[in-house]
């Protein structure tokens, strides 16, 4: 089996990469990305040269539709990691945010579909739920553009979305920024309230490699994740530094929700995750009406069934 990662040379792309290489299932790992650079250290860090060998690497956009049909030329699983992601930039520039999450994210599927990938998977957001930023809405409508996919071409290529909170320890996450700044004095948050979903590069790996295996096409599948107020955070990384409050940016929400409202009825219990069925089934899917969610049922950073004080 051969996977191509989009964005492969983030965080995600790079611990998936090394759990890939641990399993000879997997014969060919294609990494595609934009930054020359990422990629030559990777090519470093994990010893493997652009040509031969198990690894091999595109340097291309995800709005560049025909490097796509080329990079994904033999490919049976696709996982689309590539966006852009900081929301004050989405915000400042909304155009590259549509060509890049949206655009970007159609020609995924277009050149899969070409190429006749059997499974590919995007990951999500809870920004994409209830949007109020630029940046949740493009994933929510990538999100749509994904799912509703599956009744092109001739059904051979399924597409899935995983949607997730926040990820500790990634590059630029807000824990490496509590770092820095915990040697300059002072904590700095935006607000206090603010509570978000966390959890860990490795735990977003296994997810991904589980969703692989259980995916039919059109769901979306949500990590049991808990949550934890930006203050207990901050102080997780230093109980004595001062925390400052700056103020909220344009875009942000005081909690993040991770199922809509409007979802709830659709959404199965599986025990290992949530699963969000489409409104008009594509194929036949796990779960019977026993594992469906209580109709009450909240999943909000707020929520104190999901809160934690310690890391």
Same mark, same amino acid.
């Given at each position: 089996?051969?996977?191509?990662?989009?964005?492969?040379?983030?965080?995600?792309?790079?611990?998936?990469?090394?759990?890939?290489?641990?399993?000879?299932?997997?014969?060919?790992?294609?990494?595609?990305?934009?930054?020359?650079?990422?990629?030559?250290?990777?090519?470093?860090?994990?010893?493997?040269?652009?040509?031969?060998?198990?690894? =091999?690497?595109?340097?291309?956009? @995800?709005? $560049?539709? *025909?490097?796509? %049909?080329?990079?994904?030329?033999?490919?049976? #699983? &696709?996982?689309?990691?590539?966006?852009?992601?900081?929301?004050?930039?989405?915000?400042?520039?909304?155009?590259?945010?549509?060509?890049?999450?949206?655009?970007?994210?159609?020609?995924?599927?277009?050149?899969?579909?070409?190429?006749?990938?059997?499974?590919?998977?995007?990951?999500?957001?809870?920004?994409?739920?209830?949007?109020?930023?630029?940046?949740?809405?493009?994933?929510?409508?990538?999100?749509?553009?994904?799912?509703?996919?599956?009744?092109?071409?001739?059904?051979?290529?399924?597409?899935?979305?995983?949607?997730?909170?926040?990820?500790?320890?990634?590059?630029?996450?807000?824990?490496?920024?509590?770092?820095?700044?915990? =040697?300059?004095?002072?904590?700095? @948050?935006? $607000?206090? *309230?603010?509570? %978000?979903?966390?959890?860990?590069?490795?735990? #977003? &790996?296994?997810?991904?490699?589980?969703?692989?295996?259980?995916?039919?096409?059109?769901?979306?599948?949500?990590?049991?994740?808990?949550?934890?107020?930006?203050?207990?955070?901050?102080?997780?990384?230093?109980?004595?530094?001062?925390?400052?409050?700056?103020?909220?940016?344009?875009?942000?929400?005081?909690?993040?929700?991770?199922?809509?409202?409007?979802?709830?009825?659709?959404?199965?219990?599986?025990?290992?995750?949530?699963?969000?069925?489409?409104?008009?089934?594509?194929?036949?899917?796990?779960?019977?009406?026993?594992?469906?969610?209580?109709?009450?049922?909240?999943?909000?950073?707020?929520?104190?069934?999901?809160?934690?004080?310690?890391?």
């Amino acid at each position: 089996m051969e996977v191509l990662i989009t964005g492969g040379t983030g965080s995600f792309g790079q611990a998936m990469t090394l759990k890939l290489l641990k399993d000879d299932f997997w014969e060919r790992i294609a990494i595609y990305s934009r930054d020359e650079f990422k990629q030559h250290q990777m090519i470093q860090q994990f010893g493997e040269f652009p040509i031969g060998g198990r690894l =091999r690497f595109f340097v291309g956009d @995800v709005r $560049d539709l *025909r490097n796509l %049909r080329r990079a994904m030329k033999g490919i049976d #699983v &696709v996982i689309h990691a590539a966006a852009l992601k900081q929301i004050p930039s989405c915000e400042y520039n909304p155009w590259e945010a549509v060509q890049t999450n949206i655009q970007g994210s159609w020609n995924v599927i277009n050149a899969s579909i070409e190429n006749g990938v059997r499974k590919v998977i995007i990951l999500s957001s809870d920004k994409a739920v209830n949007p109020i930023n630029c940046y949740g809405a493009t994933k929510l409508v990538a999100e749509k553009l994904f799912i509703n996919s599956n009744t092109l071409g001739r059904k051979i290529t399924r597409f899935s979305v995983i949607r997730y909170g926040n990820v500790l320890a990634s590059r630029g996450s807000v824990l490496q920024m509590f770092s820095e700044q915990a =040697r300059d004095g002072a904590l700095k @948050v935006t $607000d206090k *309230r603010m509570t %978000r979903f966390w959890w860990s590069l490795r735990e #977003v &790996v296994d997810f991904t490699t589980r969703v692989m295996e259980w995916m039919r096409g059109g769901e979306i599948f949500i990590p049991k994740l808990q949550s934890a107020s930006i203050v207990d955070l901050a102080r997780s990384v230093s109980d004595s530094v001062p925390i400052e409050e700056t103020g909220i940016r344009a875009g942000e929400k005081i909690h993040e929700c991770l199922i809509a409202p409007d979802e709830i009825r659709r959404t199965s219990d599986m025990g290992w995750a949530y699963i969000i069925k489409p409104d008009n089934p594509f194929f036949e899917y796990m779960g019977k009406e026993d594992c469906l969610v209580p109709i009450d049922f909240s999943y909000t950073s707020d929520n104190p069934d999901f809160c934690r004080k310690e890391f």
